[in-house]
């Protein structure tokens, strides 16, 4: 059975740096590309961070380039998300995804919280 288990989320104050980490069992997790979403209350859940199962390719949103960085290790089936100068527009749950071509696994989400 798919499991995806993230952890790292907290309260930090606006400038600070957390690090997600979303570790994958049940699943050959390097054959699977891996994402970071968030979400808020009243949007829609935003795509953060994607990362090609070979590792080949990264993407991020305008908003987080050159703050966030995501990373993986496929021998820990581990994904990343380091998260660097926080703002309180960062504030929501973010969760992992990991898709193959027949379907895409999500985690339980871990809450950030950017506020003074």
């Known amino acids: 059975q798919v499991q995806l288990v993230e952890s790292g989320g907290g309260l930090v104050q606006p400038g600070g740096s957390l690090r997600l980490s979303c570790v994958g069992s049940?699943?050959?997790?390097?054959?699977?590309?891996m994402r970071w979403y968030r979400q808020t209350p009243g949007k829609e859940r935003e795509l953060v961070a994607g990362?090609?199962?070979?590792?080949?390719?990264?993407n991020y949103a305008d908003s987080v380039k050159g703050r966030f960085t995501i990373s993986r290790d496929n021998d820990k089936k581990t994904v990343y998300l380091r998260m660097n100068s926080l703002q309180p527009e960062d504030t929501a749950v973010y969760y992992c995804?990991?898709?193959?071509?027949?379907?895409?696994?999500w985690g339980q989400g871990t809450q950030v919280t950017v506020s003074s």
């Open positions: 995804s990991a898709r193959h071509w027949f379907g895409t696994y």
């Open positions: 990362m090609t199962s070979t590792g080949d390719s990264i």
């Open positions: 049940g699943l050959i997790f390097r054959d699977f590309d």
